[in-house]
């Protein structure tokens, strides 16, 4: 059974995955879309929250430890936008990003809480905003959704606007 932190990380996985997917209802004929010029097209942003070809999302909150913390070195700002990713549908794109909350549900539901507050990573890009680059499991598991995610889902909710249709 899920424990507390665990409860709660998941209802804000659940959170940003449902502002996620109201934002790009009907966006099919849209995914090349931006609210602006030089702003990312549905597409990017889609293909950004997906992570790099090849990522393997799991095995980083694997790697998270209570000692000899690993470093996790995250590239603000790249699309990760490849040939293979430019062929695919919204439903396609949705689908990976659907598989990647899953992979975080069944994993963060697999730990006690303990684990989701002792084990760590060094990541440099939360020092700015979190005062330090240990950072908990817990803690970057819901930096992810509840605050990444709902990032570019509101900036989805721009490119909706943008292409004239009505807000999610």
């Known amino acids: 059974m899920a424990g507390k932190i665990a409860t709660s990380l998941k209802g804000k996985v659940d959170a940003a995955w449902s502002h996620l997917t109201r934002q790009v209802q009907g966006m099919e004929a849209h995914l090349e879309r931006a609210d602006g010029p030089g702003e990312w097209t549905t597409r990017e942003v889609l293909c950004h929250l997906l992570l790099p070809t090849g990522a393997n999302l799991e095995a980083t909150m694997k790697s998270f430890a209570e000692r000899n913390l ?3 070195e995250i590239e603000p700002g790249k699309t990760h936008v490849t040939d ?13 990003l659907d598989g990647q909350r899953r992979q975080v549900c069944a994993y ?6 303990e684990d989701l507050q002792a084990r760590k990573a060094r990541i440099p890009l939360f020092k700015a905003f979190m005062g330090t680059d240990e950072i908990p499991l817990g803690h970057y598991v819901g930096a992810m959704f509840d605050y990444h995610w709902n990032d570019h889902a509101s900036q989805l909710a721009k ?3 943008a292409a004239g249709l009505p807000a999610a």
């Not at 963060?108 to 809480?113: F, G, T």
């Open 84 to 96: 293979e990713r430019r062929k695919m549908s919204l439903k396609q794109l949705m689908d990976g």
């Open 159 to 161: 490119i909706r606007q």
């Open 70 to 72: 690993p470093l996790i």
């Open 108 to 113: 963060i539901d697999s730990l006690p809480d």
